[in-house]
């Protein structure tokens, strides 16, 4: 396999934006993460988004995105209707082929044009479970009660998770549901969507974010330190509630032992956790240790832009890594009710 | 900033075909009766799937489950959606193991509030008395014993009990889309009687109407440059579907792209006050605004020919 | 680094028709997928990784159906993505498919691409009107038949080029099973007959609305040398993409397509499309496009596309047969319609095509797929030897 490293990262100043369309939202944010990766755009080989067309309310809107990159003259670009994440994953794989050695990828959405909650109740199976229209709320409350239930977490960790994700979102100047906040103060606040508390559910959030990776002898010629990608892995399971372990993370512990995560020590972990109870269970899943930073960005619960989120704690943690903090770190993104779907990303710095 | 309000619907809903096994099951539902089949594993999967989820291959044979059973999880809508949900008042859904299956099953619990609700506690299903072949056949889980007598399904005519093969599922989304910063000073330009197009720092091409960004660059159009409303057809169309839309004229009608004279971007729009047979390329046409202008594509009903001589098709042959 | 070799080595397909009534979607992908792990000589556990491929979802108002898919398609534990590509989907899927064999991640990826979109209407899914656009809606054909026009300008083309098209291909779908259309009594004067939709697209220039899946099974070199039947060599893929408008763009013979065959041709050493390949399935939606796309695929000089369409060298009989499974003009379930072609020129090249098969004599054949206000191009070159 050949090396590659994320050496760029930018994403939007979130929250309602009720200025601008896909577009301008993406523009900016493409023309930073180019100009941080010191590669000039129409070097840069391959090109790959990630959005749903039901966030902007109609079908192929995901083509609107195209005119924010700059596709001429013509370029080499895809696009998968998943988080932006698994659209890292489409760019790494095509410079694991070897006919590109680097790639941009963007993801982007308008969460707060909708009831996005109820929309998304209809990735659900169409026969059985989306005519009852549960939101994703109620379904990560099933998830939620299932694992308080199973006693592999407890009110108190929820309730640490997400306090902590919220203080640590103070520091991040893209997130929006930033808190001083205590375990206590939330255990204090009713159960809104019990056993969920307000406090657990990310906010809703617009925005846009662009990454660039590159093979090995681009990114050290234009990164003092990148972040390399030293495992990236994925994996579904079935989506009825029914037939999986909703207390397991089955897909997620699958994925992290492919792609290698406890070889080593892992010091930072950005998981993409929507909800409080997903926090304790992802971490579990992924074989964190109690050394282990989580999400100090404050993930999703500082600032959940649809499409992008899992992508972000790819930037965050690669983030973290140029500014030679962190040696090696571990991002997670998922999509499909009740995390079915989850990916991997093991990054490490030069020498880790 | 120009917010408008846009609903994602498809009319009278997705007619969906359900295939043997989800048939079966709603068929049973209908019937006021409940099935799951056995995986390969042995265990009852409740609502059958169709292929098994550890094998992949066809799910094996239906077994009778229910009709009570216990609560798994849980959780409250204190908020039920309107024509939605599945009870009109706050609710429960909850995963429920039925009797004699293994798997779990996702549906709604009606009882007073959260305090009613438990792990562990039993249930059972109350019937909607119409019932279609739906997983909505049942009303909603209540606590074991409270259900009362099944109703009866209406006297069944001969094809109602023809096995059910489908579903119709409507589908209502409704959001606040905002145009966007560009094509916000367009509207309000046409609210004026003026067309504004937009050209980025480093170029002289003039998008209109704009979108917010030169494509070729992606860079954010940040200049206004107002074009004139008159132009050339570039290529065109003559429409003779009827009913494309609900404020199409009638057909034949053309569909023209039009080079705006200052513009670089073709415009898309009707031509009309000319048969439609005499529209050409080349020709030279003007906008006919609204009685009344907003900030709303609307200002524009259509073009029509000035009567000026044809355009060379030197001119637009670029475009075309 | 020189990518790995991969291979096509089982083709399935449901039979395309205007509305599956019997299956759910579920059942509908099985048809094609069981079809191709047999024809591989495989089963649900043979397989590494599943990537589905499919148009809007506004179709069938399931948001990514490929997730209530996972088990059905024996995904569950395995790694899955969803490409969307516009109409170009299906080609995409593909190459993303032979991608991670390429790239030497798995040995066997199940490719999957279909659409059920009778539990809509095509025509709505294609023309929802979206806020702050210009309030007339012309439909997909209202599009693109301006560009026909303009085509027509600059070609000189007759007027009846067109429907040449519409006969050829619909010809060519009564010996393929599978296709929707089976049109026994069309001829020319049936399609100028047919009622005119857009000038100058008639009723038969224009595809049907289909529901339908297409899956491919691709190999590794040692999984193909071992598999049951002949496979299809990968010789090239290529994709490109350019924005929807633009000043002076070239919306007739884009050159984002240009790009996209001169890559492909060059990784498979092609130098003269009509003579290296045996036969090409091309995304052909509306009839027009044929002759169009005979010039931006490198078929023949700028302007005489039509000339070729005219003489009958795209016919099956000619010497260089376009779209013999009868094309997207004759079965256009959206989603799986780019897979179908690329499919069908893997097909032709294992001689698997049955009645409609073209005799072969390079052994190679082109598979092209187009999306969007043609603007998303996906292609793929296919062998029935491996590259040299």
Known sequence: ?352 | MLVESHVLEYPGGYTRSVGPIVGRFLTGLRDAEIVGARASDGRVIVPPLEYDPTTAEPIGEFVDVGPGGAVTAWTWVAEPRPTKSPLDDPFAFALVLLDGADTPMLHAVDVDGPDAMSVGMRVEPRWRAERVGSIRDIAAFVPEGSAGPTPESPAPTTEEREPVTGIVSPVRLEYEINAGVAQTKYLRGLAEGKVIGQRAKDSDQVYVPPRGTDPTTGVLTEIDVEVADSGTVTTFCVVNVPGLSELAPEIPYVCAQILLDGGNTPWFGLVQGIEADDVHMGMRVKAVWADELEASAASIKWFEPTGEADAPYESYREYA | MAPKLSAVIGVGQTRHVTARHDVSMAGLVREAARQALDDAGMDWSDIDAVVVGKAPDTFEGVIMPELYLADALGAAGKPMLRVHTAGSVGGSTAIVAAKLVMAGIHERVLAVAFEKQSESNATWGLTVAMPFQAPLVAGAGGYFAPLIRAYMARSGAPRHIGHLVAVKDRRAALRNPNAHLHLADIDLKMVEESFLLWDPLRYLDVCPSSDGAMAMVIGSESVADAAPGPPAWIHGTAMRSEPTMFAGRDQVNPQAGRDCAADVYAQAGITNPRQDFDCAEVYVPFSWYEPMWLENLGFCPEGDGWKLTEAGATAPDGDIPWNPSGGVLSSNPIGASGMIRFGEAAQQVRERAGDYQVKLQTGRALGQAYGGGSQFFSMWVVANHKPD
């Open chain 1, 1 to 352: 396999m050949r090396d590659v490293a994320v050496i760029a990262f930018a994403q939007s100043l979130v929250g309602h934006d009720r200025e601008h369309n896909e577009v301008e939202l993406i523009s900016p944010v493409v023309q930073a993460a180019v100009s941080q990766s010191g590669i000039a755009r129409h070097d840069i080989g391959f090109t790959v988004s990630g959005s749903c067309d039901y966030l902007s309310g109609g079908p192929f809107t995901f083509v609107q995105g195209l005119d924010a990159v700059g596709a001429w003259p013509p370029i080499k670009e895809s696009h998968v209707e998943m988080d932006a994440a698994w659209a890292l994953y489409e760019a790494w794989v095509a410079i694991q082929v070897g006919d590109v050695d680097s790639a941009l990828i963007y993801g982007f959405g308008k969460s707060s044009t909708t009831d996005v909650h109820e929309v998304f109740s209809l990735q659900n199976d169409p026969y059985y479970v989306a005519p009852l229209w549960p939101s994703t709320i109620d379904m990560a409350a099933l998830q939620a009660c299932a694992a308080l239930h199973a006693g592999v977490t407890t009110e108190r960790d929820i309730a640490e998770f997400s306090a902590a994700c919220h203080r640590a979102a103070r520091s991040n100047p893209h997130a929006i549901a930033a808190a001083d906040v205590s375990a206590d103060e939330v255990l204090a606040a009713p159960m809104t969507h019990p056993p969920l508390r307000d406090a657990d559910i990310a906010p809703i959030t617009d925005g846009a974010v662009a990454v660039v990776i590159a093979a090995a002898a681009v990114a050290r010629s234009v990164c003092d330190r990148p972040a390399w990608i030293r495992g990236i892995e994925h994996r579904i399971e079935p989506q009825a509630l029914g037939v999986r372990d909703l207390t397991a993370s089955a897909s997620t512990r699958a994925a992290a032992e492919a792609a290698g995560v406890g070889d080593a020590p892992v010091e930072v972990a950005e998981i993409h956790a929507q909800f409080g109870h997903e926090g304790p269970l992802l971490a579990r899943a992924l074989g964190l240790g109690a050394d282990t930073v989580v999400n100090p960005s404050g993930g999703p619960l500082g600032a959940n832009p649809l499409m992008s989120a899992g992508l972000i704690r790819i930037g965050e943690v690669a983030e973290r890594i140029w500014d030679g903090g962190v040696g090696r770190g571990v991002a997670h993104a998922t999509q499909g009710p009740c995390l079915q779907q989850n990916l991997v990303c093991v990054l490490e710095g030069e020498g880790s």
